[in-house]
């Protein structure tokens, strides 16, 4: 994995702009701490940082290869799932290799296949390539959007990133939000708007999209999408093929020539992954993370029915890991607020991003990979709200519902200016709208559940385009800004293009959540793991936490240098933080986690953000 980035102008000779190339690809030294690269013509520049996970002599990067009189220059982060077949077919062709780097087979085939060589890949990337042949720079993310990239194109030049951090870091990109970008942090986040950057005059690509860029014209378009299609398997080949896709995927991720190791919460998606995992080394590496005297104060609820730790020691010892448990202070994640911040260079997921990157730190010591079971839940509709009634009729994004508790908080003159109802309704309607609805769905739809069918359809959607994109940003910021690799075998490709068109008849198998995972997953894990009621990402229980954030957000609200104070109902905020220790949690505003503690943490970001960014506001 690595940090990208690059500049493309036709005005200006980019050999005498050494120090800004070297100074964007700085800022992106954490995502690569192994080592960098520069390579600059007369109109392109591209940086790189490198964390070294396949081939350290072959891999290096920037990249340059020929065939012929048609030479090209890459830079990459990611990894290639389907390295070997590709490299088959290349030799097919009569390409050689000097190692055995995705780098190398990345960039041949590129020269074999040009853009369309996006298309055969299995894998999670974000590159650039510079084509001397025509003078085009072509940009790609994978399928779902897993690795990142940040555009920003000017009169006469294109700029690349891997983060934001590194985009600001050139001289004439200023950190202004406008009122639309000023809405998806106060209204949408910590999710955001495919697409959208924030900052003025920044975009992000979107997963499965690719970009060409010339002195003719800038070109971008989606190479893949999901696609409505009859599902025409019955129950058990829907069950064998799921399990044969799953296990596929694991096996793919597993590759590495540095340590490797899972994630393990103990719940059904780590489980299985850590099954797979544990055939193939022995013992196996395996974290999980907890917090001081969080047994002490656990409360079950609907969204957290019961603590991991058990589970965790009963998975561990079922498959004979070697098992770390990285135990965090309260102290630790209000202070690393700041640092999760930097991470992602906007207000995140509070603690629940503090944490991961605290976590990620201390797994580094051991492993550079890691596999993790994210986004399951979005693939098999494991979330509450495709069960909750609740849910399924708001008319608004099911994993934020409450938006009058952020309104509360916000000053009645900036409610009035950003129109924050409107604004959400626009974005959800918007979303809406690109639900595929061809005619093959016809095919899909569950006799006499027609409207029930349709709208598990949309949520599936919704939480695949909208809620999946802030826990993949969360978990690449986070554990990149450590320089750690973490792979998601759920996001493969195939596996969520297959499941997206099975009927959730299939998908709520005996009524539970992720019914259909866990008839795939039977003899792989033992039945009480295997059946076991669904429990998120751990957060902490400690009253020292709320009191931390509660005690920061006071000083803000009294500073009156603070940036954000202006922008907030402080009456409102004052008061809430006086009652907040006797309001009941279990309410969340954002997602599963994201509760009153969370909230106050939130916005103790959007002022840090705001501070330490300069941002200027053009509302």
Known sequence: ??????????????????????????????????????????????????????????????????????????????????????????????????????????????????????????????????????????????????????????????????????????????PIVDKDGLSEILLVGPARTPGNGIYKGIRELKGGQALLYSRQRTRIYSYWQLQAKAHLDDPATTVSNVRELFLDAVKRQLVSDVPIGTLLSGGLDSSAITAVASDLFSPLPTFSVDYVDNEKYFQPNDFQPNPDAPWIERVSRHFGTEHRSVVLRSEDLASSLTDSMRARDLPGMADIDSSLLLFAKAIKKDITVGLSGECADEVFGGYPWFHREEALQAATFPWALRLEHRLAVLAPTLIQELNGQEYLRHRYQEALAEVPQESEQKNLIAPGKPSMEKRLREISYLTLTRFMPTLLDRKDRMTMASGLEVRVPFCDHRLVEYVWNIPWELKNYQGREKGLLRQALAGILPEDVLWRRKSPYPKTHNPVYLEKVRLWLSEILVDSNSPLRPLLNVPALKELIKTSSSIPSGRPWFGQLMDLPQLFAYLIQTDLWLREYRVSLSL
Not at 83 to 90: A, H, M, V
């Open 1 to 174: 994995m690595c940090g990208i980035t690059g500049w493309v102008d036709w005005h200006r000779d980019l050999r005498n702009q050494q120090d800004v190339l070297r100074t964007m690809t700085a800022r992106l030294s954490a995502r690569g701490p192994d080592a960098g690269g520069y390579w600059l013509e007369e109109r392109v520049a591209f940086g790189h940082r490198r964390l070294i996970v396949i081939d350290a002599e072959g891999g290096r990067q920037p990249m340059r290869g020929a065939r012929g009189e048609h030479s090209c220059t890459l830079v990459y982060n990611g990894e290639i799932y389907n390295t070997e077949e590709l490299r088959q077919e290349l030799l097919l062709k009569g390409y050689t290799f000097s190692g055995h780097s995705d780098t190398e087979v990345l960039l041949k085939s590129y020269l074999a296949w040009g853009a369309e060589c996006v298309k055969r890949l299995n894998g999670i990337f974000a590159f650039a390539i510079w084509d001397n042949q025509g003078e085009t720079l072509f940009l790609a993310r994978d399928r779902l959007g897993v690795k990142p990239l940040f555009f920003s194109e000017r009169s006469g030049s294109l700029l690349f990133a891997s983060e934001l951090k590194a985009l600001l870091a050139h001289p004439e990109i200023e």
